[in-house]
C-alpha cells in the first residue's frame, strides 16, 4: 500500500519515480471511502493523511502567542534560563515577549536586591536603638512596594 510503501523508504531520499509509481499503486489498490474522514484500502488499512509536525520553531511560536505577562510574572522570581526551561521556551524569545510588552529587563536580579536591601533594613532596625526607626520603615515599605510592582510585572525596570 502507499502508507506502507512510503513508510518503508528512506523518507527525503524517495526519487520522483518511487513517488510516481506509489501513486499509480495507490489508486490502483482498490481504496474506497468508507466515511468522509477515514479511507481504507482492501486490507482494511486506514489511509488517512497525516498531519504534518510542527517544527519546534513553530510550536514555540504558537506556544509563546498565548502568553500573557501575568503568566510570566508568576516565574520572576527565577533567572531568565530558568524561568524559560519551566515556560519550555528559549530564554532569547522569553526576552522578546518581554520586550514586547514594555519591559526592558527581567526582573530576578532586581527583585532578589531589594530582598537584600530589605533584610538589611529590617536587621538595622532589630539591632538599633529606635533612633530614625520610621524613616527605615518608610523605607522598607517603599521597597515592598516597588518589589510587589516589579513582581506583578508592573514596571519595565
Same mark, same amino acid.
Given at each position: 500500500s502507499l502508507a506502507n510503501s512510503l513508510c518503508t523508504s528512506a523518507g527525503p531520499e524517495l526519487s520522483r519515480n518511487h513517488l510516481v509509481e506509489a501513486n499509480a499503486n495507490?489508486?490502483?489498490?482498490?481504496?474506497?471511502?468508507?466515511n468522509s474522514s477515514n479511507m481504507i484500502d482492501q486490507r482494511g488499512?486506514?489511509? /488517512?493523511?497525516?498531519?504534518?509536525?510542527?517544527?519546534?520553531?513553530?510550536?514555540?511560536?504558537?506556544? +509563546?502567542?498565548?502568553?500573557?505577562m501575568s503568566d510570566l510574572a508568576k516565574h520572576f522570581?527565577?533567572?531568565?534560563?530558568?524561568?524559560?526551561k519551566?515556560?519550555?521556551?528559549?530564554? +532569547? /524569545?522569553?526576552?522578546?515577549?518581554?520586550?514586547?510588552?514594555?519591559?526592558?529587563?527581567w526582573p530576578h536580579r532586581k527583585i532578589k536586591s531589594i530582598g537584600r536591601i530589605i533584610?538589611?533594613?529590617?536587621?538595622?532596625?532589630?539591632?538599633g536603638a529606635g533612633e530614625g526607626d520610621e524613616g527605615i520603615l518608610m523605607e522598607i515599605n517603599m521597597l515592598k512596594n516597588e518589589r510587589a510592582q516589579l513582581c +506583578?510585572?508592573?514596571l519595565g525596570d
Amino acid at each position: 500500500s502507499l502508507a506502507n510503501s512510503l513508510c518503508t523508504s528512506a523518507g527525503p531520499e524517495l526519487s520522483r519515480n518511487h513517488l510516481v509509481e506509489a501513486n499509480a499503486n495507490f489508486f490502483q489498490s482498490g481504496v474506497h471511502e468508507s466515511n468522509s474522514s477515514n479511507m481504507i484500502d482492501q486490507r482494511g488499512t486506514s489511509l /488517512v493523511p497525516v498531519k504534518p509536525i510542527k517544527s519546534s520553531a513553530a510550536a514555540q511560536r504558537e506556544r +509563546t502567542g498565548k502568553l500573557k505577562m501575568s503568566d510570566l510574572a508568576k516565574h520572576f522570581h527565577l533567572p531568565i534560563n530558568a524561568a524559560a526551561k519551566e515556560l519550555s521556551i528559549c530564554p +532569547t /524569545v522569553l526576552k522578546k515577549i518581554c520586550r514586547r510588552n514594555g519591559m526592558r529587563r527581567w526582573p530576578h536580579r532586581k527583585i532578589k536586591s531589594i530582598g537584600r536591601i530589605i533584610a538589611t533594613l529590617e536587621q538595622t532596625i532589630a539591632e538599633g536603638a529606635g533612633e530614625g526607626d520610621e524613616g527605615i520603615l518608610m523605607e522598607i515599605n517603599m521597597l515592598k512596594n516597588e518589589r510587589a510592582q516589579l513582581c +506583578t510585572g508592573l514596571l519595565g525596570d
